[in-house]
């Protein structure tokens, strides 16, 4: 499901470490290894990108790092921004939805209120860290059942078959291996 970034209806910001300090698991990776709970966090971002169809945007905070020119990346297909000096995840995002917000559909991830109001004002849709985490936590049950109809559906389909010919298929595929 490869997309041009102008082909998506729909982008969700994430403000990184306020997830990060939102969802207890990857509070607690964090706790042990703050690498480690960003890549987690990318990694299911990715996931959700995949099966939604919606652009995720994860900013990290990297306001307090001296002399950061700050840093995008592309992580499986998410893109990740890492702010600059004397700026942080909430000014980035307000930025960007000045600029594409009238435009696009715009959700921002973030449990801070006063962000939350100012995504409203500005033309976004604010998402809490909670609903994010139930919505992904949904979207991950829909599919593994959808992956076991489709393993369920294969099944009945070669139970319907008799057994000279799936012998016939095991032998073709023996030979062609």
């Not at 996931?47 to 919606?54: L, M, P, R």
């Not at 990346?73 to 998410?78: H, P, T």
């Not at 959700?107 to 962000?115: H, I, K």
């Not at 599919?143 to 012998?167: A, C, H, P, W, Y």
Request: proline share 0%.
């Amino acid at each position: 499901m490869k997309r041009k970034d102008n082909e998506y209806k729909e982008y969700l910001f994430v403000d990184g470490y306020n997830i990060i300090n939102s969802w207890s698991n990857l509070r607690e990776l964090s706790n042990l290894n703050l690498e480690v709970a960003r890549e987690e966090l990318i990694e299911t971002m990715a996931e959700y990108q995949h099966y939604s169809g919606i652009k995720v945007i994860v900013v990290f905070d990297a306001h307090m790092v001296k002399g950061n020119a700050g840093k995008k990346e592309m992580v499986k297909g998410v893109e990740v921004i890492y702010t600059k000096e004397n700026e942080t995840a909430d000014q980035y995002i307000e930025k960007t939805l000045d600029d594409i917000g009238r435009i696009k559909r715009v959700r921002v991830a973030t449990s801070d209120w006063m962000e939350q109001q100012i995504v409203l004002g500005r033309g976004g849709t604010r998402v809490s860290a909670r609903e994010l985490e139930v919505e992904i936590f949904n979207q991950r049950k829909l599919m593994m059942r959808k992956k076991s109809k489709e393993k369920d559906q294969t099944d009945l389909f070669i139970g319907r078959l008799d057994e000279e010919v799936i012998n016939k298929l095991n032998k073709w595929r023996k030979n062609n291996e």
